[in-house]
């Protein structure tokens, strides 16, 4: 258990140099427009996540602090991933919003409930739930600290969170000022990935689809990835290539990975979570296809047996192969291992001298190895 105490007791030393200093770097979270929509990407560069999952496999997505913040309470604070933002206009605002209900691709049905907000991944059991502890987003827009907490299910939508009402000076840089992400409970909150879907928006633009953006909360960072996609195919069941769909693209993934069995429950085309690409997942993935073309219809599932059964002595040579995360056939050029997000982000990281916590400044590791052992009392 990491020994983090750093602690905030009051808005002012969240905002102040001394108290805390920015440790956040890694992946960053593209914004930019397309088509009058905004669009959220990674970087260039392999990575380990899909295109709508985000999170950070290495030391640079470490917490910025773990204790008490303003109005929150315990909690623990991630200033990463950072924004990066381009194309914008610079007078519209910047909006960052919870998508918690079942489907976050789905507008929710009037009256449904619960909305869903906190999704927990657990290294013991790879278990994806809903979280017992609740989320916030952190802003310190125009110099006051602003807050917007949503429990970890909840019956009502918070709405957009406004994090910036201008983009004047926040466009052209890997910007970590915008917006921090706390995880109510501190501390004492279980250890696992947590993720929340979430989208951004201006006020002249559509807003982004959701993407899901995970935080490590004292699980191994190899373990991220897994768990970050086993988090998405549990929210949005059947979209086997995580492009916000299922359609008939999934289908095909799913035809490809028949017999396969997967490193961890959830990826790839594993639908029901139990490990292996089967029959069950073609019955998911049916049950969750949503055909854009009226007259489109998902396969019946003799046909669906009928076109996997080319493959099934295929799939019997393959049976003791298993799928592991490097091993994603979709992604024939994913390396297993991790980026060096370090590499990736420095270049053209730079803080805003106009930003109301620009003082606060990155840090190398061992810094940060420092900080995050520091005392209280520090
Ligand atoms: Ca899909
Ligand atoms: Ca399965």
Known sequence: ???????????????????????????????????????VSHPPGDHPFSPLVFGQDDFNGEPEAIGALPVIGPAVLWGVPGLSITGLDNASSFSVEAIGHADPFAEPPVGDAPERYVWRWDAESEAVTL??????????AGGTLTTQSFGAVSSSAPGPFEIADSLVGQQGYHNHDLVRFALE??????????????????DFDAAS????????HGVAYDLVAPASEAIYAAARPGDYNRDGVVDPLDHTLWIEQFGDS????????????????????????????????????????????TMAAPLAAWALRRRNRTLSWGQKKTRPG??????????????????????????MSSTTSPQRAKLMSSSPSK
């Open 185 to 202: 409970g501190g501390a004492a909150a279980p250890t696992g990935v947590y993720g929340v879907f979430m989208r951004f928006d201006t």
């Open 1 to 39: 258990m990491r020994n983090t105490l750093l602690l905030l007791a009051t808005s002012a030393s969240l905002l102040s140099a001394g108290a805390m200093e920015a440790l956040g770097h890694g992946r960053e979270l593209r914004v930019t427009r397309q088509d009058n929509r905004l669009v």
């Open 209 to 216: 689809a959701p993407v899901l953006v995970t935080f490590n």
């Open 334 to 359: 994913l390396s297993p291992g991790r980026v060096d997000s370090l590499a990736l982000q420095d270049a053209g990281d730079q803080h805003s001298s106009s930003s109301p916590s620009a003082s």
């Open 262 to 305: 997967v490193a961890q429950a959830g990826l790839g085309a594993d639908g029901n979570r139990d490990g292996r690409v089967d029959g069950a997942d073609f019955t998911v993935w049916r049950d969750h296809f949503a055909p854009a073309t009226p007259g489109v219809t998902a396969p019946e599932p003799g046909a669906a047996l």
């Open 131 to 140: 979280s017992d502890n609740g989320f916030s987003f952190v802003g310190v």
